[in-house]
């Protein structure tokens, strides 16, 4: 027996104590990153698969980064009482409205390339993917607004693998269900006056501005058509004299069709040619010399010049019939609210109220009427079984109760027990979260 010092022993105790909790705080890191990348609260199930709220939340941040350019203020902190919670009610329909659109979607996808055997994604399509995380994340300001938004790469990594997965699907379909000529042909037939293009007019104006049409004004007008007589250069000289914002491209109007223009300016366009100036045009406006550019006469596209269009648009409505299809074959289980009419999380206000039991606002003069009684569970401060915060509304998503009212009996909001248990190491089983 080899003798050791009390002191000894101590110290020896209070590193392997410091090594321990040093790999409690390791592990509890990598589980909150976990939990914030793509856990959260389970707000539907594709197949046994969550869509937890984390990852909806992050996409849903990201499409809002691509869609403006930044991030909107957090306007809604100042909101209060019935605009608060009016607020509240729009986030909650939007995000239900992209779980529906975008990550139910991507799992039915997944699921079908996995029965397939098909390899999702595959060598060109992860270097797609990869491309759209790059181009994003190489900018050092947009990477750190976006971070500081909550938005991570396995955020904008699961957006770009369903959009590449829907346009992959459509090449499947476009594949097994070619367009023939006979359906091209009929949809030609049909949407015949979708392939017209209008006609319309080109010209260029000098305007001398004068409502009141003042004969001081009109001698200024004659000055410059006398100019143009003598082979004055008409863009010059409107960018001279001219007195709108025309001025600055020497008075080009650009395209424009009929019933675009007041009536006495749109008679003397149609009796001009190309080339041709006229002489002084009065409107409500002042006075005006117009330059004919160009007359396009309306036209109908042949069927040989909108085939592919057409194509694409069987093909596609053929990829949504399928997509569909496989949607209703799969077991999908939405927690929280649900809009009777649908049997899905409302995505519209009216389905919101639909789903608590509530009457739709009505119609009247001055739009929709939110004066409506709410029921016993309603107070000042919003619903009182919605459990969210009214300082911080995006509380509501990432908690324990954080989806609407998730007091659900099919197994709870986390998958500790999911079949298979495909969940075991907190990846597999649900969307988003490696």
């Known amino acids: 027996m080899v003798y050791m010092s009390k002191a000894k022993r101590k110290r020896i105790m209070r590193q392997r104590l410091l090594g321990l909790a040093i790999a409690v705080a390791a592990l509890v890191g990598i589980l909150l990153l976990i939990w914030q990348i793509g856990l959260g609260a389970a707000m539907a199930k594709v197949d046994g698969v969550s869509v937890r709220s984390g990852m909806v939340k992050g996409v849903e941040s990201y499409l809002e980064y691509i869609q403006m350019g930044s991030f909107s203020s957090d306007w809604q902190a100042d909101l209060e009482g019935e605009d608060k919670i009016q607020a509240l009610e729009s986030a909650i329909v939007q995000r239900n409205s992209l779980v529906q659109s975008v990550f139910i979607p991507a799992e039915v996808l997944?699921?079908?390339?996995?029965?397939?055997?098909?390899?999702?994604?595959?060598?060109?399509?992860?270097?797609?993917?990869?491309?759209?995380?790059?181009?994003?994340?190489?900018?050092?300001?947009?990477?750190?607004?976006?971070?500081?938004?909550?938005?991570?790469?396995?955020?904008?990594?699961?957006?770009?693998?369903?959009?590449?997965?829907?346009?992959?699907?459509?090449?499947?379909?476009?594949?097994?269900?070619?367009?023939?000529?006979?359906?091209?042909?009929?949809?030609?037939?049909?949407?015949?006056?979708?392939?017209?293009?209008?006609?319309?007019?080109q010209a260029s104006h000098i305007l001398i501005q004068d409502p009141e049409h003042t004969a001081e004004k009109r001698a200024e007008i004659e000055a410059i058509l006398e100019k143009l007589d003598e082979g004055g250069d008409f863009a010059e000289l409107a960018m001279e004299y001219s007195e709108d914002g025309s001025a600055e491209s020497g008075g080009d109007l650009g395209s424009f069709g009929l019933g675009a223009m007041v009536a006495p300016f749109e008679e003397a366009c149609l009796a001009l040619e190309p080339g041709e100036i006229s002489g002084i045009v009065e409107t409500e406006f002042g006075f005006h010399i117009i330059k004919m550019v160009e007359k396009t006469e309306e036209s109908l596209s042949t069927l040989e010049d909108v085939r592919d269009s057409i194509d694409y648009y069987i093909s596609y409505e053929r990829t949504t019939d399928e997509l569909d299809a496989l949607t209703e074959a799969a077991n999908i289980v939405y927690y929280g609210l649900i809009a009777p009419s649908t049997g899905k999380p409302p995505t519209s206000l009216a389905e919101l109220d639909e789903a608590r039991g509530l009457e739709t606002p009505e119609e009247d003069d001055e739009g929709l009427d939110y004066d409506i009684d709410y029921g016993d569970d309603w107070d000042e401060e919003g619903y009182d079984d919605w459990d969210w915060d009214e300082e911080d509304y995006d509380d509501w998503d990432d908690g324990e109760d954080a989806y609407l009212d998730l007091d659900d009996e099919e197994g709870g909001i986390y998958d500790d027990e999911d079949a298979d248990g495909e969940e075991e190491d907190g990846t597999e089983g649900t969307a988003g979260g490696n």
Do not use: N, W
Not at 122 to 135: A, H, N, R, W
Not at 150 to 155: D, N, W
Not at 157 to 164: A, G, I, L, T
Not at 171 to 199: C, G, L, M, N, R
């Open 110 to 201: 997944k699921k079908h390339f996995k029965a397939e055997d098909r390899a999702f994604p595959d060598e060109d399509e992860e270097g797609l993917v990869q491309y759209y995380i790059d181009s994003i994340f190489s900018d050092p300001d947009a990477a750190a607004e976006l971070r500081a938004h909550g938005v991570k790469k396995a955020h904008v990594r699961y957006y770009y693998e369903y959009s590449v997965a829907m346009s992959a699907f459509q090449d499947e379909i476009a594949e097994k269900f070619p367009v023939t000529d006979e359906e091209a042909q009929e949809y030609y037939d049909e949407h015949q006056s979708e392939y017209i293009t209008p006609f319309s007019m």
